[in-house]
């Protein structure tokens, strides 16, 4: 079952061949850990594909990558400090596939001139599994009856005349 709590995590690294591999069986391993298996494939994939254009355009290696689960969305971000990377140039085609396979996707600069891509993916209702706990049944001994008379609005704020109507 899904976990209602939310979940965050936070992970810096300097970007290399080497390093978008690990990081992305990092974010495997914490995603598995929320109980997030089904979302393990689009958001590693999607790190990934940042983190090599990252390394590929960039001069500045450094990158920050957060998740964010709140029970029912996963956003994913990744922030780099680098003024020569645009995403309108060299992230192009990374983020067409970000908003082909997200529910919601955007890049924003910071103050410092550093960009922070995100991307988020929600858990699919149709696997059967509430995305939200739900609060206990009532008991018996809580239930109560229905009024047989229910006031229909009176119009008493507007001057108008009301009634009661007979269920």
Known sequence: MKTAESCYYHLDV??????VGQVGRILAAHLRHWDLEQ?????????????????????????VIEMWW??????????????DLRPDRELRPCLAWLAAVSDGWGCCA??????????????????????VPTGPAPTLLEVRQMPRTIPAFTGAESGTRGALVNA
């Open 39 to 63: 979302l393990v494939g689009p958001v590693c994939h999607g790190t990934e594909v940042l983190l090599r254009a990252i390394d590929e355009h960039a001069t500045d290696k450094h990158a």
């Open 110 to 131: 910071t103050g410092t001139g550093a960009k922070v891509i995100w991307f988020s993916r929600r858990v699919r209702s149709c696997e059967g599994l509430p995305l």
């Open 14 to 19: 300097e970007v290399g061949p080497e390093r």
């Open 70 to 83: 709140n029970g029912q969305h996963l956003i994913t971000a990744i922030g780099e400090n680098n003024r």
